[in-house]
T-cell receptor
């Protein structure tokens, strides 16, 4: 069945460091892929998305490219800030119209 | 308010008690989802409504779980005879379209069953 696997956290970085959070998926066909972010005390919110192979989603300095060859959608940011500290969830939209989430990766950025 | 509102924010229940969790979606949103999020895990799908119709309830873990959205707006998730394993954060999300590419999430209800 459809699933999403993320790298385990927590990930701790210093401010201005480069960030990569790995995400791979299994699916029938080519689902839309998403990154959601959950800041402390807040609800999940969409960070970026890509709807087809080779698409690049980007927002707030974050990027992720839909790679069908490796079934991956890794999240990257060139220079993280303390305000990026949050839990990041990779997700896919399955054929039934449901979002399937990974287990989440906690990011902590230190000044 | 402009966002998805859930109440209560926290709920403590004794084992065996019935609970009801409320979700007020964004006005006019067609689709409404319930997810269950255990500590340290990603959200797990419970059920989905399109307007008042419950189109998918395949994620409800047992017949103790029941959800409704009678007028196509506010939704209630009811858990009967709560068990300790029901302890989790229950998230509600809504979407303005039938194709659910962007969900708007509430802050959730944290349920603790003692």
């Amino acid at each position: 069945g459809n699933s999403v696997t993320q790298m385990e956290g927590p990930v701790t970085l210093s401010e201005e460091a480069f960030l990569t959070i790995n995400c791979t998926y299994t699916a029938t066909g080519y689902p839309s892929l998403f990154w959601y972010v959950q800041y402390p005390g807040e609800g999940l919110q969409l960070l970026l998305k890509a709807t087809k192979a080779d698409d690049k989603g980007s927002n707030k300095g974050f990027e992720a490219t839909y790679r069908k060859e490796t079934t991956s959608f890794h999240l990257e940011k060139g220079s993280v800030q303390v305000s990026d500290s949050a839990v990041y969830f990779c997700a896919q939209l399955n054929q039934g119209g449901k979002l399937i989430f990974g287990q989440g990766t906690e990011l902590s950025v230190k000044p | 308010g402009a966002g998805v509102s859930q109440s209560p924010r926290y709920k403590v229940a004794k084992r065996g008690q019935d609970v009801a969790l409320r979700c007020d979606p964004i006005s006019g949103h067609v689709s409404l989802f319930w997810y269950q999020q255990a500590l340290g895990q990603g959200p797990e799908f419970l059920t989905y409504f399109q307007n008042e119709a419950q189109l998918d309830k395949s994620g409800l873990p047992s017949d103790r779980f029941f959800a409704e959205r009678p007028e196509g707006s506010v939704s209630t998730l009811k858990i009967q005879r709560t068990q300790q394993e029901d302890s989790a954060v229950y998230l509600c999300a809504s979407s303005p379209r039938l194709v659910n590419e962007k969900l708007f999430f509430g802050s959730g209800t944290q349920l603790s069953v003692l």
